[in-house]
């Protein structure tokens, strides 16, 4: 009876797909694109309607992907559960593996002529030393025209190299932020910064309380540094504007130069000065030490106010915390120095690197550079934790408000978005130098020594 | 391995307490003074704490653990499960699985490389033959190879072998994937078992083998009749430490293997989460991780302790 | 696969490896003559040396040529890379850690491994003291890294401390101390963790060496008269010399390989590098494997006292 039931259900379901995509068929073919055989498996599917360009690679059925990824656990669920709908209309199977050690094993892959068919790679750096190796294969015309679309340009850049490109856009994260306790500061009457300036004087007002108002950690083990490496090129944004943070990445103008001093010294201002922190932990050396993801913790006790970091750190607070605009913890935008530069965010992201071009490889990279993925993907993350700059994201679809307001920020016409640079250098800089300098500067090296060491380890 | 045989039993329980006069108690007695069992019982403290504060560490909740010491459990005992039943439980993939491929990763890596290993220490201690000390020093120096710089090579050849063997890697390999792990971790573990069966082999008193030689015994047969039983325990207790090596292992596993091989350390390795915050899972995760070692260890000390004592006697 | 489908591939692989070795033993085994004793040599010896070859001389001797090449992998520059690793202005500090940790944890393990297997040997609880001790060994060094960072905790005198080490200095009204941090002592505290760890492998090793002692040299000497330190000073060190250079080369070379504590407690920050993990991070995060594999080298010369030293040992042994 019950088997029945369902059964009639599922005709008349099937009835009104093939109605529906019968209506999206006549419009697309109108168009006179007959190319489309119509044998893909998504063929008369409601929920293959949108990923029409999936009917270029035919039927795949039973065809496997090997995705391999710097994701892992609790986060790759999202991503698996996202690709149901791939299978559903292509046939093919991709195969997810995640491991802390991507970036090195990946390396190791490719070098010994066993690499995956795709990988997640998170630093357009790392992209270029693998194009360098040869074995990266150019994105097909699909997502090209999918990133044109729903991304924008300078995303595009990022995955190309030398004019040539890549990789589509996946995720992305803002890390112009700066996490607080709403309920702290409407306790004590403490508004919002507007511009850097409100901001500092807030942080002074803090400091008189005896609070030191500020909290910091990059500790990351192999990697501590990044998150100082972040406020500096946040603040030479500002500073300094886009153009010139174009210039220093590229390396067109020394890394030294003095605009570059001047940002770091107005970081200098905020993370060396011991008025101003290192709220609940200790003085300005235990930022070196403190892990990033316990860095901003003593907010939750009121021993520090303010926290510059990503919208990820969101899955550092502990369960049962409230991450919401009145809320235990929310975080605002890290305000700007001027109005001469827009709205500048800094903000990382991953992009999808093919190592084949068969069929369904480029089919499930066509896939993952629509707007159909992106708000599949902001459904299938029930507790929120990721964000993308697609613009065909539909906001709505995003679970948590920190992610709302990350969505917010990357499709705001106003911002002016640069990707983080130290993960566009090369390696010696970008996940060497740069990083050891910054954890040498917070221990006390001066500006100038920490930024002439770097400059001088620039790889000719 | 578990069921005991009660000649061997009864072997370890002399070994334990030899004859009438244990004559090594009184050594102890005459060195032990009430300094010398402090000595001893704060180097056990010592050693033991940090080991206790993870595992009482692995019944807090998250938001305790980072807002005080575990020491605190004492006065304010807060246990919960939720951390054990966040990593058995965590993923869409049975833990059992993974604890099955560390089982089928790690006994023919660790019965194979011993084999081999015994084998040639024989001939090192017991053959003459052309370059027998510089292989055996070159065999030992070769230890210090780092398995990093190994990778690639290995792989390379894994992947594409010369003279169009079977590839062991990737989507079509033989046995599921399971040759690169064994293959590899024998490649690893074998300078260093050569090495130690070499030294305890030495000290097996010759004559033993040449009153054999000149019965009339071969090789094959003074390394089967003699050898094995007289090494046997020797050849157990560097077992364990292997089982521990490749047991603990993470780089071998996610280099040569795949997701379907990844043993118990890989899944551990992800518990933390993407950005390290769920890193608090990680003492459960090491708890659990320890269980089959410790009772390797346990089930098998009396036969290690035994085991060395035979090889090393002398003549 | 299925759980059964891999055991079966196990067994095979087993099995198979066993039929193998038992058909080489077979067909080499009725061999007596000169000759023949050298073919049973190598039916002995060559599968373990075959796999060697395969798995480490050629990726070592390839890792050596590629340490003359610059980091494209491409361009010959000779010696270049060893000169880096030379003048590199942290080298110093890199050699003087390297230094520190290839002397302190194999005396410290050791000695603290023999002295404690002296006393519990054959007291009531000794498996149960045992098992303490190994068990650091059971842990990952990964893990175990963890677990000092735990240990090692920095929060500010005034705060609430969540590490040991710090909460009993507070408890002693003493200042906290930033352990991890403050040159050249955090290299002493990294150090502790791998002490830590192998200290359980030197005392297994040398407790079965001196269970091995015969009772009949301990009674003579007793009744000679010796006891206590004397005792062990005289009977039972030189009978488990040989044990004991093997505890102390293995350790030693443990050591000379291990960067895990390095990379996971401090990313080589704080001056606490080492030369193993200085390789793990040019071969690996820098991606200049011509560089890397220089410090491999290194590292290489750096054991060969040590192969030196053995190979005199041995030969002392077979001279007696």
Same mark, same amino acid.
């Given at each position: 009876?019950?088997?029945?039931?369902?059964?009639?259900?599922?005709?008349?379901?099937?009835?009104?797909?093939?109605?529906?995509?019968?209506?999206?068929?006549?419009?697309?073919?109108?168009?006179?694109?007959?190319?489309?055989?119509?044998?893909?498996?998504?063929?008369?599917?409601?929920?293959?309607?949108?990923?029409?360009?999936?009917?270029?690679?035919?039927?795949?059925?039973?065809?496997?992907?090997?995705?391999?990824?710097?994701?892992?656990?609790?986060?790759?669920?999202?991503? %698996?559960?996202?690709?149901?709908?791939?299978?559903?209309?292509?046939?093919?199977?991709?195969?997810?593996?995640?491991?802390?050690?991507?970036?090195?094993?990946?390396?190791?892959?490719?070098?010994?002529?066993?690499?995956?068919?795709?990988?997640?790679?998170?630093?357009?750096?790392?992209?270029?030393?693998?194009?360098?190796?040869?074995?990266?294969?150019?994105?097909?015309?699909?997502?090209?025209?999918?990133?044109?679309?729903?991304?924008?340009?300078?995303?595009?850049?990022?995955?190309?190299?030398?004019?040539?490109?890549?990789?589509?856009?996946?995720?992305?994260?803002?890390?112009?932020?700066?996490?607080?306790?709403?309920?702290?500061?409407?306790?004590?009457?403490?508004?919002?910064?507007?511009?850097?300036?409100?901001?500092?004087?807030?942080?002074?007002?803090?400091?008189?309380?005896? %609070?030191?108002?500020?909290?910091?950690?990059?500790?990351?083990?192999?990697?501590?540094?990044?998150?100082?490496?972040?406020?500096?090129?946040?603040?030479?944004?500002?500073?300094?504007?886009?153009?010139?943070?174009?210039?220093?990445?590229?390396?067109?103008?020394?890394?030294?130069?003095?605009?570059?001093?001047?940002?770091?010294?107005?970081?200098?201002?905020?993370?060396?000065?011991?008025?101003?922190?290192?709220?609940?932990?200790?003085?300005?050396?235990?930022?070196?030490?403190?892990?990033?993801?316990?860095?901003?913790?003593? %907010?939750?006790?009121?021993?520090?106010?303010?926290?510059?970091?990503?919208?990820?750190?969101?899955?550092?607070?502990?369960?049962?915390?409230?991450?919401?605009?009145?809320?235990?913890?929310?975080?605002?935008?890290?305000?700007?120095?001027?109005?001469?530069?827009?709205?500048?965010?800094?903000?990382?992201?991953?992009?999808?690197?093919?190592?084949?071009?068969?069929?369904?490889?480029?089919?499930?990279?066509?896939?993952?550079?629509?707007?159909?993925?992106?708000?599949?993907?902001?459904?299938?993350?029930?507790?929120?934790?990721?964000?993308?700059?697609?613009?065909?994201?539909? %906001?709505?679809? +995003?679970?948590?408000?920190?992610?709302?307001?990350?969505?917010?920020? +990357?499709?705001?016409?106003?911002?002016?978005?640069?990707?983080?640079?130290?993960?566009?250098?090369?390696?010696?800089?970008?996940?060497?130098?740069?990083?050891?300098?910054?954890?040498?500067?917070?221990?006390?090296?001066?500006?100038?020594?920490?930024?002439?060491?770097?400059?001088?380890?620039?790889?000719? | 391995?578990?069921?005991?045989?009660?000649?061997?039993?009864?072997?370890?329980?002399?070994?334990?307490?030899?004859?009438?006069?244990?004559?090594?108690?009184?050594?102890?007695?005459?060195?032990?003074?009430?300094?010398?069992?402090?000595?001893?019982?704060?180097?056990?403290?010592?050693?033991?704490?940090?080991?206790?504060?993870?595992?009482?560490?692995?019944?807090?909740?998250?938001?305790?653990?980072?807002?005080?010491?575990?020491?605190?459990?004492?006065?304010?005992?807060?246990?919960?499960?939720?951390?054990?039943?966040?990593?058995?439980?965590?993923?869409?993939?049975?833990?059992?699985?993974?604890?099955?491929?560390?089982?089928?990763?790690?006994?023919?890596?660790?019965?194979?490389?011993?084999?081999?290993?015994?084998?040639?220490?024989?001939?090192?201690?017991?053959?003459?033959?052309?370059?027998?000390?510089?292989?055996?020093?070159?065999?030992?120096?070769?230890?210090?190879?780092?398995?990093?710089?190994?990778?690639?090579?290995?792989?390379?050849?894994?992947?594409?072998?010369?003279?169009?063997?079977?590839?062991?890697?990737?989507?079509?390999?033989?046995?599921?994937?399971?040759?690169?792990?064994?293959?590899?971790?024998?490649?690893?573990?074998?300078?260093?078992?050569?090495?130690?069966?070499?030294?305890?082999?030495?000290?097996?008193?010759?004559?033993?083998?040449?009153?054999?030689?000149?019965?009339?015994?071969?090789?094959?047969?003074?390394?089967?009749?003699?050898?094995?039983?007289?090494?046997?325990?020797?050849?157990?207790?560097?077992?364990?430490?292997?089982?521990?090596?490749?047991?603990?292992?993470?780089?071998?596993?996610?280099?040569?293997?795949?997701?379907?091989?990844?043993?118990?350390?890989?899944?551990?390795?992800?518990?933390?989460?993407?950005?390290?915050?769920?890193?608090?899972?990680?003492?459960?995760?090491?708890?659990?991780?320890?269980?089959?070692?410790?009772?390797?260890?346990?089930?098998?000390?009396?036969?290690?302790?035994?085991?060395?004592?035979?090889?090393?006697?002398?003549? | 696969?299925?759980?059964?489908?891999?055991?079966?591939?196990?067994?095979?692989?087993?099995?198979?490896?066993?039929?193998?070795?038992?058909?080489?033993?077979?067909?080499?085994?009725?061999?007596?003559?000169?000759?023949?004793?050298?073919?049973?040599?190598?039916?002995?010896?060559?599968?373990?040396?075959?796999?060697?070859?395969?798995?480490?001389?050629?990726?070592?001797?390839?890792?050596?040529?590629?340490?003359?090449?610059?980091?494209?992998?491409?361009?010959?520059?000779?010696?270049?890379?060893?000169?880096?690793?030379?003048?590199?202005?942290?080298?110093?500090?890199?050699?003087?850690?390297?230094?520190?940790?290839?002397?302190?944890?194999?005396?410290?393990?050791?000695?603290?491994?023999?002295?404690?297997?002296?006393?519990?040997?054959?007291?009531?609880?000794?498996?149960?003291?045992?098992?303490?001790?190994?068990?650091?060994?059971?842990?990952?060094?990964?893990?175990?890294?963890?677990?000092?960072?735990?240990?090692?905790?920095?929060?500010?005198?005034?705060?609430?401390?969540?590490?040991?080490?710090?909460?009993?200095?507070?408890?002693?009204?003493?200042?906290?101390?930033?352990?991890?941090?403050?040159?050249?002592?955090?290299?002493?505290?990294?150090?502790?963790?791998?002490?830590?760890?192998?200290?359980?492998?030197?005392?297994?090793?040398?407790?079965?060496?001196?269970?091995?002692?015969?009772?009949?040299?301990?009674?003579?000497?007793?009744?000679?008269?010796?006891?206590?330190?004397?005792?062990?000073?005289?009977?039972?060190?030189?009978?488990?010399?040989?044990?004991?250079?093997?505890?102390?080369?293995?350790?030693?070379?443990?050591?000379?390989?291990?960067?895990?504590?390095?990379?996971?407690?401090?990313?080589?920050?704080?001056?606490?590098?080492?030369?193993?993990?200085?390789?793990?991070?040019?071969?690996?995060?820098?991606?200049?494997?011509?560089?890397?594999?220089?410090?491999?080298?290194?590292?290489?010369?750096?054991?060969?006292?040590?192969?030196?030293?053995?190979?005199?040992?041995?030969?002392?042994?077979?001279?007696?």
């Amino acid at each position: 009876m019950r088997s029945r039931n369902t059964r009639r259900g599922l005709a008349v379901a099937a009835a009104l797909a093939t109605g529906l995509v019968l209506a999206g068929c006549a419009s697309s073919d109108s168009g006179g694109g007959d190319a489309v055989s119509g044998t893909w498996p998504g063929d008369g599917k409601a929920e293959c309607k949108g990923l029409e360009q999936l009917a270029d690679f035919g039927d795949l059925s039973g065809k496997e992907i090997s995705v391999y990824t710097s994701i892992v656990a609790p986060e790759d669920k999202p991503h %698996i559960d996202s690709w149901k709908l791939f299978t559903t209309c292509t046939g093919a199977t991709p195969k997810y593996e995640g491991s802390k050690e991507f970036e090195t094993q990946l390396k190791v892959r490719v070098q010994a002529g066993n690499p995956p068919d795709i990988a997640y790679v998170p630093q357009p750096g790392l992209l270029q030393t693998l194009v360098g190796t040869g074995k990266v294969v150019e994105a097909p015309s699909q997502v090209s025209d999918n990133t044109d679309k729903w991304f924008g340009e300078d995303w595009k850049a990022y995955g190309s190299v030398d004019g040539k490109f890549y990789a589509a856009p996946l995720g992305a994260n803002v890390k112009s932020f700066v996490w607080y306790s709403p309920k702290m500061f409407s306790d004590n009457g403490w508004d919002v910064p507007k511009t850097w300036d409100d901001m500092l004087a807030l942080s002074d007002k803090i400091a008189a309380t005896g %609070i030191k108002p500020w909290c910091a950690g990059i500790e990351s083990g192999e990697a501590t540094g990044w998150p100082a490496t972040d406020w500096l090129e946040d603040v030479l944004l500002r500073s300094a504007g886009p153009d010139v943070y174009d210039q220093w990445v590229s390396h067109d103008i020394p890394f030294n130069d003095p605009k570059v001093a001047d940002a770091l010294d107005e970081v200098g201002g905020i993370l060396k000065n011991d008025k101003y922190v290192n709220g609940g932990i200790g003085d300005v050396s235990s930022i070196a030490t403190t892990a990033f993801q316990d860095g901003g913790l003593p %907010i939750l006790d009121g021993k520090c106010a303010m926290h510059r970091q990503a919208s990820f750190y969101a899955a550092n607070w502990p369960e049962g915390t409230d991450v919401s605009e009145n809320g235990d913890v929310f975080a605002f935008y890290l305000p700007t120095m001027s109005e001469e530069f827009g709205n500048p965010v800094l903000g990382g992201g991953e992009f999808v690197t093919a190592f084949s071009d068969r069929p369904e490889v480029q089919a499930f990279q066509t896939y993952l550079s629509t707007d159909v993925w992106a708000n599949e993907k902001a459904k299938a993350s029930p507790n929120g934790g990721w964000v993308s700059a697609n613009k065909g994201l539909d %906001i709505n679809n +995003l679970a948590s408000p920190i992610d709302q307001l990350s969505g917010e920020i +990357l499709q705001d016409p106003n911002a002016v978005f640069r990707f983080d640079g130290s993960d566009q250098m090369p390696a010696e800089v970008g996940a060497g130098s740069f990083w050891k300098e910054m954890t040498n500067w917070i221990t006390g090296e001066s500006t100038k020594d920490a930024l002439d060491n770097i400059e001088s380890s620039w790889p000719s | 391995m578990t069921a005991t045989n009660p000649d061997v039993a009864e072997l370890g329980a002399q070994g334990a307490a030899p004859g009438p006069e244990p004559v090594s108690t009184s050594a102890r007695k005459a060195l032990s003074s009430p300094w010398a069992s402090l000595a001893a019982i704060v180097i056990a403290v010592v050693w033991t704490i940090p080991t206790l504060g993870l595992f009482i560490t692995s019944f807090r909740p998250e938001s305790d653990i980072t807002s005080s010491g575990w020491w605190t459990f004492f006065t304010n005992p807060t246990v919960t499960w939720s951390n054990y039943d966040e990593v058995l439980h965590g993923s869409d993939t049975n833990l059992v699985t993974y604890f099955v491929n560390s089982l089928v990763i790690t006994i023919p890596a660790v019965i194979i490389p011993i084999s081999l290993a015994t084998l040639a220490a024989y001939a090192f201690v017991w053959m003459k033959f052309p370059g027998r000390d510089f292989l055996f020093v070159a065999i030992f120096a070769l230890q210090i190879v780092p398995i990093q710089v190994t990778l690639i090579p290995l792989l390379k050849l894994y992947v594409h072998p010369p003279l169009n063997l079977v590839p062991l890697a990737g989507p079509d390999a033989p046995g599921g994937g399971f040759y690169t792990l064994w293959l590899s971790h024998t490649i690893f573990a074998l300078p260093l078992a050569i090495y130690l069966l070499h030294n305890f082999m030495s000290q097996i008193p010759g004559e033993l083998i040449e009153s054999a030689r000149v019965d009339g015994a071969g090789h094959v047969q003074i390394f089967t009749r003699i050898m094995l039983p007289l090494m046997a325990p020797a050849i157990a207790a560097f077992g364990i430490l292997q089982f521990l090596w490749v047991w603990n292992d993470l780089l071998v596993a996610i280099t040569f293997g795949g997701p379907n091989t990844f043993p118990l350390t890989a899944r551990l390795a992800e518990l933390s989460g993407t950005r390290g915050s769920d890193w608090f899972l990680l003492s459960a995760g090491a708890f659990v991780a320890l269980v089959v070692p410790l009772i390797v260890f346990v089930s098998l000390q009396r036969y290690f302790v035994r085991g060395l004592l035979a090889g090393s006697v002398k003549g | 696969m299925s759980t059964g489908e891999k055991f079966a591939q196990m067994f095979i692989a087993i099995a198979l490896f066993f039929v193998v070795v038992a058909v080489i033993l077979l067909l080499t085994q009725r061999m007596r003559s000169r000759t023949g004793e050298v073919v049973q040599a190598a039916a002995f010896v060559l599968p373990a040396v075959a796999l060697i070859l395969l798995g480490l001389l050629y990726p070592a001797v390839t890792s050596i040529y590629q340490s003359l090449f610059d980091q494209t992998g491409s361009n010959f520059i000779g010696l270049d890379n060893y000169k880096t690793v030379f003048t590199d202005s942290e080298q110093l500090t890199v050699l003087r850690n390297t230094a520190a940790w290839v002397i302190l944890v194999p005396l410290f393990s050791t000695a603290i491994g023999l002295i404690y297997a002296v006393l519990v040997d054959r007291s009531r609880f000794e498996k149960f003291a045992r098992a303490l001790i190994f068990l650091p060994m059971a842990i990952s060094l990964v893990g175990a890294s963890i677990i000092w960072k735990f240990v090692y905790d920095y929060k500010d005198s005034s705060q609430t401390q969540i590490g040991i080490a710090n909460a009993v200095l507070k408890g002693l009204g003493l200042d906290t101390y930033k352990f991890i941090l403050n040159d050249p002592w955090n290299t002493l505290f990294l150090i502790i963790v791998l002490i830590w760890v192998q200290t359980g492998f030197a005392m297994t090793i040398l407790s079965a060496s001196i269970k091995a002692i015969p009772d009949d040299i301990v009674e003579a000497a007793r009744l000679d008269g010796v006891g206590g330190v004397k005792m062990f000073r005289y009977i039972t060190i030189p009978s488990i010399r040989p044990a004991l250079i093997v505890v102390l080369t293995t350790i030693c070379i443990t050591t000379l390989k291990a960067f895990d504590i390095v990379r996971t407690m401090t990313g080589g920050n704080f001056n606490t590098s080492v030369l193993s993990y200085q390789f793990y991070r040019e071969y690996f995060i820098s991606t200049n494997q011509g560089l890397a594999t220089a410090i491999a080298t290194v590292i290489f010369l750096l054991v060969m006292p040590i192969v030196v030293y053995n190979v005199r040992q041995m030969r002392k042994l077979e001279a007696r």
